[in-house]
């Protein structure tokens, strides 16, 4: 059923990307790098980087037009039991645990209006989306683009309203740090959580069978809803930057917090609460209506659990929308998925890296499927950037690497074991 026009697919994309993380890992990048002018190309950087892979799973999309994101893509690319892993890893790392996570933050600022039990909240604010995407799907997607252009709003108000406010401004050119002291690594950490603040730009790849043109919008979603939040991360950075001296900023997780108190005092902060947590409420509904399409998806292929592709009558997939509910409650009451985004994390990567690169494996078996020349530099780019940033991992976090490493291993051999099991369609085609 194609629920979702142009406009909502493209605040799907908008809404995965933007959570709490580019209000919070500014400080973080700081430590490691104290030149702002360094810090805006990196995140220019992973705006470019976040582009490119929009690019390449918008023309891939053309060609394998399914819902799924990387468990149809990989599969199709190459074969079941891979694409297995990457379904499994997205529906728990992708969507599940980043879901529980979101659900958590929101209950950490909803504190500061009413003071409640931190999970409660998270666990109300779960519930009440997965009601509202199983019960009135349609009315979901356009509640969904509603509240992201009223973050988008708020965002941009503050931005305007912080540059204009501001008296004695930073100078962003300016040294605090000099370049000889600033390492390859420290780099390549801040591209990481920045990379990690990008993550979601191919979130309407998931749901593409229930977008209206699909063929055509799902490309024009990723690549618009890319570049919008690209020009907000940079402007948020900037306002930020300009806004606050560096030293008030190093090593603080609540950037957009100390900006705001520096800027209007106590007040500011509230201001500051109010969009993070519209921010949070967006990523939300996202993730909900984006991941519960993977269990859906894998559902059909698979006999077990075949009941998860069941739909309701306005074409909501009610069972995988409940079980992913359930999974996020879980582990947002158990306090086990941190754990889970350390070690695994990195996993995205990977798989959005195969899939980037499969396009040039396609382009060479079929005739059908060629790339343009920009397509290509895109391609490249993207594997170039993300090779490294998988060998900084490998060479910084050994450990992460390695149970990563093993959890895709072990979900390859059980998706191999399980084809048997495959039921509707012929994934290794």
Same mark, same amino acid.
């Given at each position: 059923?194609?629920?979702?026009?142009?406009?909502?697919?493209?605040?799907?994309?908008?809404? =995965?990307?933007?959570?709490?993380?580019?209000?919070?890992?500014?400080?973080?990048?700081?430590?490691?790098?104290? %030149? !702002?002018?360094?810090?805006?190309?990196?995140?220019?950087?992973?705006? #470019?980087?976040?582009?490119?892979?929009?690019?390449?799973?918008?023309?891939?999309?053309?060609?394998?037009?399914?819902?799924?994101?990387?468990?149809?893509?990989?599969?199709?690319?190459?074969?079941?039991?891979?694409?297995?892993?990457?379904?499994?890893?997205?529906?728990?790392?992708?969507? @599940?645990? !980043?879901?529980?996570?979101?659900?958590?933050?929101?209950?950490?600022?909803? %504190?500061?209006?009413?003071?409640?039990?931190?999970?409660?909240?998270?666990?109300?604010?779960?519930?009440?989306?997965?009601?509202?995407?199983?019960?009135?799907?349609?009315?979901?997607?356009?509640?969904?683009?509603?509240?992201?252009?009223?973050?988008?709003?708020?965002? #941009?108000?503050?931005?305007? $309203?912080?540059?204009?406010? @501001?008296?004695?401004?930073?100078?962003?050119?300016?040294?605090?740090?000099?370049?000889?002291?600033?390492?390859?690594?420290?780099?390549?950490?801040?591209?990481?959580?920045?990379?990690?603040?990008? $993550?979601? +730009?191919?979130?309407?790849?998931?749901? #593409?069978?229930?977008?209206?043109?699909?063929?055509? =919008?799902?490309?024009?979603?990723?690549?618009?809803?890319?570049?919008?939040?690209?020009?907000?991360?940079?402007? #948020?950075?900037?306002?930020?930057?300009?806004?606050? !001296?560096?030293?008030?900023?190093?090593?603080?997780?609540?950037?957009?917090?100390?900006?705001?108190?520096?800027?209007?005092?106590?007040?500011?902060?509230?201001?500051? =609460? /109010?969009?993070?947590?519209?921010?949070?409420?967006?990523?939300?509904?996202?993730?909900?209506?984006?991941?519960?399409?993977?269990?859906?998806?894998?559902?059909?292929?698979?006999?077990?659990?075949?009941?998860?592709?069941?739909?309701?009558?306005?074409?909501?997939?009610?069972?995988?929308?409940?079980?992913?509910?359930?999974?996020?409650?879980?582990?947002?009451?158990?306090?086990?998925?941190?754990?889970?985004?350390?070690?695994?994390?990195?996993?995205?990567?990977?798989?959005?890296?195969?899939?980037? /690169?499969?396009?040039?494996?396609?382009?060479?078996?079929?005739?059908?499927? %060629?790339? $343009?020349?920009?397509?290509?530099?895109?391609? +490249?780019?993207?594997?170039?950037?993300?090779?490294?940033?998988?060998?900084?991992?490998?060479?910084?976090?050994?450990?992460?690497?390695?149970?990563?490493?093993?959890?895709?291993?072990?979900?390859?051999?059980?998706?191999?074991?399980?084809?048997?099991?495959?039921?509707?369609?012929?994934?290794?085609?």
């Amino acid at each position: 059923m194609k629920l979702f026009n142009l406009r909502i697919a493209i605040t799907l994309v908008i809404g =995965n990307m933007i959570g709490a993380g580019v209000f919070t890992t500014l400080g973080i990048q700081l430590e490691e790098v104290r %030149q !702002p002018f360094i810090i805006l190309l990196i995140w220019l950087l992973g705006g #470019l980087n976040a582009y490119c892979g929009a690019i390449a799973y918008g023309r891939i999309a053309r060609h394998f037009p399914r819902s799924g994101g990387e468990f149809h893509f990989i599969s199709r690319l190459y074969g079941a039991p891979l694409g297995f892993a990457a379904g499994v890893i997205s529906l728990f790392v992708g969507f @599940t645990a !980043p879901l529980a996570l979101t659900a958590s933050a929101f209950g950490h600022y909803f %504190q500061h209006y009413i003071p409640v039990v931190t999970p409660l909240s998270g666990v109300v604010l779960i519930l009440i989306f997965s009601f509202l995407h199983l019960s009135k799907p349609l009315e979901g997607g356009t509640f969904h683009s509603g509240i992201t252009i009223v973050k988008i709003t708020l965002m #941009l108000l503050f931005m305007l $309203s912080a540059l204009f406010s @501001t008296n004695a401004p930073e100078n962003i050119f300016s040294v605090d740090m000099p370049v000889t002291e600033i390492s390859y690594t420290g780099i390549a950490l801040a591209f990481l959580f920045t990379s990690f603040a990008y $993550s979601g +730009w191919n979130a309407s790849c998931y749901v #593409l069978e229930e977008v209206k043109e699909a063929q055509v =919008n799902v490309g024009k979603s990723l690549l618009i809803g890319t570049a919008i939040v690209t020009i907000l991360y940079l402007g #948020l950075n900037l306002t930020f930057l300009y806004t606050t !001296p560096v030293n008030q900023l190093v090593g603080k997780i609540d950037v957009a917090h100390q900006v705001g108190e520096a800027i209007w005092g106590k007040s500011g902060t509230l201001l500051i =609460n /109010a969009m993070i947590l519209l921010a949070l409420i967006s990523s939300t509904s996202a993730l909900i209506l984006a991941g519960s399409r993977v269990f859906k998806v894998m559902a059909e292929d698979y006999t077990f659990p075949g009941k998860l592709s069941k739909e309701n009558a306005k074409g909501a997939p009610v069972n995988a929308i409940c079980i992913q509910a359930v999974l996020a409650i879980v582990l947002l009451l158990s306090f086990t998925f941190e754990t889970i985004l350390t070690y695994t994390g990195f996993t995205l990567t990977i798989f959005s890296l195969l899939t980037v /690169a499969g396009n040039l494996g396609l382009q060479k078996k079929s005739n059908a499927f %060629q790339l $343009s020349p920009l397509q290509k530099v895109a391609v +490249w780019i993207f594997i170039v950037l993300n090779t490294v940033l998988v060998l900084y991992i490998f060479i910084a976090r050994p450990a992460t690497a390695i149970i990563s490493l093993a959890m895709i291993g072990l979900c390859y051999w059980i998706g191999k074991k399980s084809q048997k099991f495959i039921s509707k369609s012929d994934l290794s085609a």
